[in-house]
């Protein structure tokens, strides 16, 4: 199955919940959500029952669209969890945080997992001092992001930053968001991670 490509806003609607999808309409709370706190379409107000396995399944879809990532690329981070030691549904969140586009994003330089990614595959993003093309590449422990030199001064970055100045940063992360670079100190325990998210249920639905 193919990323989503959709209206974003519709999905946080179906999901009652802000996935951070629309991060300058979300920070200024513009965003579809906060107008109309239902679900898209004509029958958008009527809630039915879910039965479990459709709870398993949201709560995946739910961190598909969050992470903006493919079913293939969900499931290899699944399997790549479930051989770690410790909980699954842990290892998954840390691992998922660890992607080089999210850690963009918690650093500030984007309003959203979208834009980062793009900054990312655009060739903006230095990771050691090195360009890094890659998205999905996990980052470890102690390595250096930074904004490239000739992108320091991009508008679109210049007010990513100044929005998210606005949010707290990450405890896992040290950054200098004038000097636009960051240093990811060390991997997230699961409770300093606020998402809207149950990855037990995740692991519950792999598991069948």
Known sequence: MAR???????LERRFGISLFLKGE?????????????????????????????????????????????????FRSIFREANRMEGNT???LVRLL???????????????TRSFAR???TH???LVDGKRMDIPSAFIKSGQKIEVREKSKENPQITRAVELTNQVGIVPWIDVDRDKKFGIFTRYPERDEVSLPLEERLIVELYSK
């Not at 989503?4 to 519709?10: F, H, Q, T």
């Not at 706190?37 to 879809?61: M, V």
């Not at 945080?97 to 309003?111: H, I, K, Q, S, W």
């Open 4 to 10: 989503y490509r959709g209206a974003v806003e519709k």
């Open 25 to 73: 309409r979300r920070l200024s709370g513009k965003s579809a959500l906060d107008k109309r706190a239902y679900g898209p379409g004509q029958h958008g107000q009527r809630r039915g029952k879910i039965s479990d396995y459709g709870l398993q399944l949201r709560e995946k879809q739910k961190a598909k669209a969050m992470y903006g990532i493919s079913e293939k690329q």
């Open 89 to 91: 549904g842990e290892n």
């Open 97 to 111: 945080e660890r992607r080089l586009d999210n850690v963009v994003y918690r650093m500030g330089f984007a309003t």
């Open 118 to 120: 793009q900054l990312v």
């Open 123 to 125: 060739g903006h993003i």
